[in-house]
């Protein structure tokens, strides 16, 4: 017979592995490069901008276009990276908590 009282606890251990999960993705480290690495950009977990390397010989005011271009693409491919990573902290915080049933996917809780 279903125990809605043990169902309950788990939504209850489900939603506290989640809350940590969430917080813990500002600690990931998530990188992108491009330009042949002379522009790198890092994000954490959360997707948030932490730091923009660029190559000193990219710095100059003719190539302002071209260091815009690969600082956007930089970034999102760091973006790229994090949202992976999270999506798998996410699936880690709840292993063996939830069944794997097809289509039900917690990684929109994210936030």
């Known amino acids: ?17 989640l809350k940590e999960a969430q917080d ?19 994000v954490n977990g959360k997707k948030q901008l932490l730091q923009i390397d660029i190559d000193p010989l990219l ?7 071209i260091l815009q271009d690969l600082i956007v693409a930089a970034v999102n491919k760091a973006q ?3 949202d992976g990573l999270a999506k798998e902290e996410m699936k880690k915080s709840t292993d063996g908590l939830i069944p794997n049933i097809p289509g039900f996917d917690l ?5």
Do not use: Y
């Not at 017979?1 to 592995?17: A, C, I, L, P, S």
């Not at 993705?25 to 990188?31: D, F, G, I, N, T």
């Open 80 to 82: 790229e990276e994090a």
């Open 59 to 65: 710095i100059k005011a003719e190539d302002k276009t």
């Open 24 to 42: 813990n993705l500002v600690k990931l480290r998530a990188h992108g490069e491009s330009g042949a690495g002379m522009v790198k950009a890092t």
């Open 1 to 17: 017979m279903f125990d809605m009282m043990k169902m309950m606890g788990k939504m209850k251990e489900v939603q506290t592995r």
């Open 107 to 111: 990684t929109g809780m994210m936030g």
